[in-house]
């Protein structure tokens, strides 16, 4: 067994981050709370620095647990670049609406180690551990408004069927280790390249739960009930880390478990995943339009985008893969981009709804524009980063045999097209409620401004994203050339345009 700890320094890092957070804030106190979030978002910095170190080194295992890799690396820089994101965005929202900004901000980075492991696990009792880790900091994150009855009751909702998720997810490895002998990943795949005949019902049974199971922490369609309660319940900022780096750490931990462990039998699942894909991007939007409330839109809007993503596991191959992290990448930029601009705007009004953004293009113009680019991105519209993220993704759902999935992902864009022009409308064509320009902090245009720049940079020049995408998935496919002609995926084609 391999223990080499030099291994795991950028966790090591983040564990002395968030002590150092928590200690500040209660040693030292008021004068240095409002410091807080650039000491974390300065310190996640230097650790994204470290964890470069690590790209396209020989990979490398922790016990068998844990695999250090291109794959893991792309992911744990992912991550950590998220959670500054949303610590610098967090600044003023904390400063005005919440208390003991050192827990806030010590939960944000430890949370960021489960999702890093949920990437990097290679053996299923530690995804569910690195998942636990997440999703425990995540409840309490959800409900830190102790003062709020939303953030109260959103909070509640998600840790209970996030236990229920949990459980579900248990039983299924459960399940799978007993007719597979092993929680492994490696070892599972070779049990089913052996033959599932003595044991094809116990498997399919595991493979249901597994999927159900992560399906809630994912908000996949039947499994999404909690979200638009804990999105609209929870602090903005946390709202903003679930939509993006929860959503993420979900289907990193999907690519390499389906990769690792389930591409022998993916006729098995496939069908269950492309139901799931198909019935979230659909419903996702049928409820999306009848929202009045940001945050409860931009919950169904995620919804619409983890049925996008979930087409590339049901296609699963090299190519899709690479596409799902592109798209990935691509929709966090955008859906940060947006949240940013609603945090800033919800710290100078104290409002949420979609009719208080009525004239927002006349009392700040700047968060208008940059909110409506994030708009037409998730739209997918030219020019944006969402476009050329799901045309790659489409395509390449669309080579795998999936041509009806990807039709009705085409149309489900145009359905989400909709309700994002009627946010735009009252910011155009509304008539503000009250005159005068918005004073937006530096800091907070700052954010946004980056943000905005991130996604015409994917939009126009997707190519080294997608390079990168591509180096940090072909680490989870090491086990393709040992399948049999009957299992194997097709082969990966580039995508045109990409």
């Known amino acids: 067994m391999s223990l080499d700890y030099s291994l795991l320094i950028p966790e090591y ?17 008021r004068r240095v709370r409002d410091y807080l979030p650039y000491l974390t978002a300065s310190g ?11 790209v396209n080194d020989t990979p490398k295992d922790f016990g068998g647990l844990i695999q250090i890799d291109n794959f893991t690396t792309f ?17 003023h929202f904390v400063r005005g609406h919440l208390r003991h900004a050192g827990e806030y901000y010590g939960l944000l980075v430890l949370s960021t180690i489960g999702a890093i492991y949920m990437a990097a696990a290679r053996e299923m009792l530690t995804a569910y551990i690195s998942l636990e880790l997440l999703s425990f900091s995540l409840y309490v994150l959800v409900s830190f408004a102790k003062m709020d009855a939303k953030s109260n009751e959103g909070g509640m909702k998600y840790m209970l069927l996030g236990a229920f998720s949990s459980a579900l997810f248990l039983y299924g490895m459960s399940l799978i280790y007993g007719v597979a002998g092993s929680t492994f990943y490696s070892d599972i795949a070779a049990a089913f390249r052996a033959g599932t005949a003595d044991f094809d019902l116990a498997m399919l049974m595991g ?21 638009p309660d804990a999105y609209e319940g929870a602090p903005l900022p946390i709202t903003a880390y679930l939509s993006a780096a929860s959503k993420a750490a979900g289907f990193a931990l999907l690519l390499r478990l ?16 492309a139901a799931l894909a198909a019935a979230s991007m659909t419903v996702g939007n049928l409820v999306a ?25 049901a296609a699963l191959s090299p190519e899709t893969a690479s596409a799902l992290v592109l798209h990935m990448t691509g929709y966090v930029v955008t859906n940060l981009a947006a949240f940013a601009v609603i945090i800033a705007y919800y710290n100078l009004s104290g409002k949420d709804e979609i009719p208080d953004y009525r004239g927002l293009a006349e009392r700040a113009p700047f968060l208008a524009l940059s909110l409506t680019v994030a708009l037409f991105s998730l739209a997918g519209m030219p020019l944006f980063a969402g476009f050329a993220t799901k045309f790659i993704l489409f395509q390449a759902v669309a080579k795998e045999g ?3 999935l990807a039709a009705l992902a085409v149309v489900n864009s145009f359905v989400s097209l909709y309700y994002y022009l009627l946010v735009i409308r009252q910011m155009y064509v509304g008539e503000p409620e009250e005159t005068g320009r918005l004073r937006v902090p530096f800091a907070a245009n700052a954010v946004v401004l980056a943000l905005v720049i991130g996604i015409f940079i994917v939009g126009l020049f997707p190519q080294p994203l997608f390079d990168a995408a591509d180096n940090a998935t072909g680490a989870v496919f ?13 082969s990966p084609v580039p995508p045109g345009g990409g």
Do not use: C
């Open 13 to 29: 890092l983040l564990a002395a981050l968030a002590a150092l957070v928590v200690a500040l804030d209660l040693f030292v106190g």
């Open 44 to 54: 996640l910095g230097i650790i994204l620095v470290v964890s470069l170190l690590y």
């Open 75 to 91: 992911f744990r820089v992912f991550f950590i670049a998220i959670t500054a994101v949303v610590a610098l965005a967090s600044a």
């Open 207 to 227: 493979l249901v739960l597994v999927v159900a199971g992560l399906g809630f922490k994912v908000a996949a369609v039947p499994f999404h009930m909690w979200t």
């Open 258 to 273: 389906f990769a690792g462990a389930f591409l022998p039998v993916l006729e098995d699942w496939q069908w269950m995943v």
């Open 289 to 313: 339009i009848q929202q009045h409330n940001i945050k409860r839109l931009l919950a169904y809007s995620s919804i619409v985008q983890v049925g996008f993503m979930l087409m590339a596991i």
């Open 402 to 404: 999936f041509l009806w």
């Open 478 to 490: 090491p086990q393709a050339a040992q399948l049999t002609p009957e299992t194997a995926p097709p």
